[in-house]
């Protein structure tokens, strides 16, 4: 559990120090509305719940896909490929974004403090 409390720190830190540039916050803000389209889709075309559509959105462009949730009409399969085809890129983009910024903040601040005890 600590483990995971630390990766949680290390991820809403790059987060919040990312979103004082412009490029990363257009890009956050862009991952929110895509998974808002795809929420709101699903919630009304599927009549899922908010919490099962936005989890089908996740798992889905994320690329997990467990198979428990899936499109039923051909409307919506036909909306999730394109969804796929547009949010895997913006989902992607930003997870590896937000990693290499949680990375290099780690690193920062591991050479912070090392030159600090020196």
């Not at 919490?51 to 039923?72: C, E, K, Q, R």
């Amino acid at each position: 559990m600590p483990t995971f409390l630390l990766v949680f720190l290390r991820f809403y830190r790059a987060i919040r120090d990312g979103l004082k540039e412009p490029e990363f916050r257009a890009l956050f803000f862009t991952v929110l509305v895509v998974l808002g389209t795809g929420t709101l889709y699903y919630h009304q075309a599927e009549g899922w719940s908010w919490v099962d559509a936005l989890y089908f959105t996740v798992v889905t462009l994320t690329t997990i896909g467990y198979g428990d949730l899936h499109p039923t009409t051909p409307a919506s399969k036909i909306f999730t490929i394109f969804f796929i085809f547009v949010g895997l890129g913006i989902i992607s983009t930003f997870i590896v974004l937000l990693a290499e910024r949680a990375n290099a903040s780690s690193i920062l601040r591991k050479n912070t403090s090392k030159n600090k005890s020196e």
